[in-house]
């Protein structure tokens, strides 16, 4: 290297030129000199922080178990879907294993069926019989024409959370609204101008007017959906806008909805209106209870929970919301391998009760329920056991069909919804409208590709 | 074996230098056509084929020809994001580079003190990522909480910045305002010092005013600076994606702050039609060269002196 300082005078294009030159080479020699770990590799691609700190925490345990096998856990954030898109294209670099978000699964089932970029794990579910011990209308988000491309890392029920104290002072008892007629009799009395400036300074709940998350956790609890389990559009259906035509009344025939606050549910602006007293209650996954927590821990104690108010006296009390599975590429070049750890990661009961300890996800494998963690009293809710809540409402989860065309479907979807809440249309325009736009792009796509794509 | 002699060592020397001489400039200018080649010019080649064939899942496609720009040009949302990226283009160049060329000439004159800390304050906003840029204007523009309602309710109500379809692009465009002003001032700033004095002290003994020498000293002289700005700030409004994108959380609500650049990220990466996608992206280039060139010749850049 000393020598190479001092003839750095001679070489011909200069110093700068030649410390770049060496600073090359050195990082090429580092790049391509690394020797490869003894072994076998599993590349495990993740996109939320959460599960990745949880899996950093496991893998040894399956390492140490598996000897020779190295896991690479790989945390790529919101970008990861579109890395993997681009992976599965180009038919190189996808991982052995990957979690993929509900929303974004839709677009890797385009396509012929046997093109589709990961394996169908529905023989290893049924031989090793695991679908009966999970919550089986877990498996439709990642199931399309009988074949099963993921497993579910969760339920995500929904439960009513509410403030009690807030609920208390208008006079009502929230314990005792058990269908959305009672919670719109409650809601109006609970939603009030407190200061007598014309304004309402609280609102009985916060729905987003501005995407399906709200509106479609509704259709979903009345056993609902966009599409059917066989691919059908069912959103002009007449459930579909008899629920739209009770979301925009909560807003503009009852006015007990506000608009949630900012962008979406957990954007800082909501927060603030809660700690304000604004919002006295709003729709929960058990996944929203996890980011509550860590957001406004300042809110602990305040708010209780109960199961959604049912659209008929006994009727579904729960909904479901978010979520994510865990599939094996078609690149993976060892898939039984990968099954184990994705086994270990899915369906082993310490793991998953770390995981609720942790995130408050209640897991789909129903041998973990048992466990004491889901009866202990939380503290963020003055003491109420929710996790008991959510396992007791977990085993009547509606079923959400998955489609190639739910991205296109939900975009159009969210224009829909606004345009039924701002009144620009009524509830039946608007979905009967979005229902012949799917539908005629779903035409389109059949008499270019025919059925089968 | 030939046994190289005196006579013809020098002349093969020579030769051999000659040969080189003529091979070096291609080989030093090789690394950059061999990236271009590989970076730029095979994806350009690619993506126009691609937009002329339907894509379909991760395998399949159908050859359309021009099927899929005549979708585009009945697809209303495709529609919908041109008028709002053009409402942001128009809205950059009648609001921000005015207001960057007034903060240039007020930065450059003799009366304003503390001027290179003002110049840090108007350069800084520029230094924050786009996507933290979106994230503090959210709050800024929330519409019960935010700042702006809360401090200057010009309008008598509550603006839903960012939940009322009409007030989406205004909000956006301010925040290209905040964010780019300053960066664009600095080019004024430099083409603003640039400028000879003696041409100021001509005008003023020719009796002309402060405006007077504006429009015929300044003005002129700034034209290259100016040109450069408004094409590079017509570039930028016209690929314009991360801030709208966070901004209104994917253009919601009603695509009100949908931008071609998002449509075809939707396209090719939520909707994966990647054909479709490929499309978008060259009628986006049409329309920026058009623009671009329409500017240039406006501005009278291509005019000899």
Known sequence: MLRLAIDAEGFPLGKGPMVMLVLFLISTLFIFGRSEEEGEDLEFWIFANTHYEEYQARVPIFEAENPGVNVRLINFGGTMHD????????????????????????????????????????????????????????????????????????????????????????????TAVETWDDFIAAGKKATRDLDGDGKIDQYAIVLDRRTESDYFSLLLQQGGGFFDEDGTVIIDSELAIETLEFFTALFNAHEIATPVYGTWHG????FAAMQDGKILSILAPDWYVGILKSQVPQMSGKWKAIGMPAWQPGGRRTTTRG???????KQCENPDRAWELLKFTYFDRPGLVNRYETTRIIPPLKAAWDAPI????????????????????????????????????????????????????????????????VRALIAKDAGRWGEQH | MKIPTHHNEPQGIIKNWNRQQKIAPYLFIAP???????????????????????????????FVGLGNFTDLFGDPIFWKSLRNTAYFAIGTLTLQLPIALLLAILLNSKFVKGKNVLRLAFFAPVLVAGVFVAIIFNLVYDQRAGLVNQEF????????????????????????????AGFNMIYFLAGLQGIRQELYEAAAVDGANWWQAFIHVTLPSLRPVIAFVFVVSMIGSLQLFDLPYIL??????????????????????????????????????????????????????????
């Not at chain 1, 394996?119 to 099963?148: A, C, H, N, Q």
């Not at chain 1, 954007?267 to 909501?270: A, F, I, R, V």
């Not at chain 2, 950059?32 to 399949?60: A, T």
């Open chain 1, 374 to 437: 889901f009866k202990e009293p939380d503290v963020y809710l003055g003491g109420q056991p929710l996790g008991e809540l959510f396992i007791e409402l977990a085993p009547d989860l509606p079923a959400r069909y998955q489609n190639p065309y739910w991205s296109e479907a939900a975009d159009l979807l969210n224009d829909a919804i606004f345009a039924a809440v701002t009144e620009k249309q009524t509830p039946r325009e608007a979905l009967t409208e979005l229902a012949e736009k």
């Open chain 1, 323 to 329: 979520g994510t599975m865990i599939g094996i590429t």
């Open chain 2, 153 to 180: 309710v010009i309008f008598g109500k509550e603006i839903g910045w960012l939940n009322e379809e009409k007030y989406v692009m205004p909000a956006v465009i301010l925040t290209g305002v905040w964010q780019w």
């Open chain 2, 32 to 62: 950059f056509y061999l990236l271009f080649v590989v970076f730029m010019g095979y994806p350009l080649i690619s993506s126009l084929v691609m937009s002329l064939y339907e894509m379909r899942g991760f395998q399949s496609r159908i």
């Open chain 1, 83 to 174: 890395k993997l898109l681009a992976a599965m294209l180009s038919n190189f670099g996808a991982p052995d294993l990957v979690e993929v978000e509900i929303t974004s699964i839709g677009r890797f089932l385009k396509g012929a069926i046997d093109e589709i970029g990961f394996v169908d794990l529905r023989p290893r579910l049924e031989r090793e019989s695991w679908m009966d011990k999970l919550v089986v209308s877990r498996f439709t988000p990642w199931s399309y024409r009988g074949r099963i491309f993921g497993v579910p890392h969760d339920l995500h029920p929904v439960v009513l959370l509410y403030r009690d104290d807030l609920f208390k002072a208008a006079g009502v008892e929230m």
């Open chain 1, 267 to 270: 954007d800082p602006s909501n």
């Open chain 2, 248 to 305: 209104t959380n994917g253009g919601e609500p009603a695509d009100a702050g949908s931008t071609i650049v998002m449509y075809l990220y939707k396209n090719g990466f939520q909707f994966m039609r990647l054909g479709y996608a490929a499309t978008i992206g060259w009628v986006l280039f049409f329309i920026i060269a058009i623009v671009s060139i329409i500017q240039l010749k406006l501005l009278g850049i291509f005019r000899e002196e």
